[in-house]
Nanobody
């Protein structure tokens, strides 16, 4: 069974950091573009960051540029999202997704992705 599992979420104070992980089971992530998305209460899901299969190309939403870093370790079949300088507006459920296509112009859109995780809650609050 093909599955993506996110972990690493939690409660953090403003200015703090978290590292999210996206692990795959049942398939290898080596050939997949991975995207991170988030959905805050009452809002639509939005793209946060994405990375191509080799890890050589990435893209970020303007709201997280300079604070979030996406990376991947294909040997561990895992993709990470390092989140620094967290703000209350970063509070959301964070999802990872896998797809076979890559394009920096559209990798923050939901359409190209075939597999989705169940999400992990990130709460930024004092």
């Amino acid at each position: 069974q093909l599955q993506l599992v996110e972990s690493g979420g939690g409660l953090v104070q403003p200015g703090g950091s978290l590292r999210l992980s996206c692990a795959a089971s049942g398939f290898t992530l080596d050939y997949y573009t991975i995207g991170w998305f988030r959905q805050a209460p009452g809002k639509e899901r939005e793209g946060v960051s994405c990375i191509n299969s080799s890890g050589g190309s990435t893209n970020y939403a303007d709201s997280v540029k300079g604070r979030f870093t996406i990376s991947r370790d294909n040997a561990k079949n895992t993709v990470y999202l390092q989140m620094n300088s967290l703000k209350p507006e970063d509070t959301a459920v964070y999802y990872c997704a896998a797809g076979v296509l890559w394009g920096s112009d559209w990798c923050l859109l939901e359409g190209p992705y075939d597999y989705w995780g169940q999400g992990t809650q990130v709460t930024v609050s004092s």
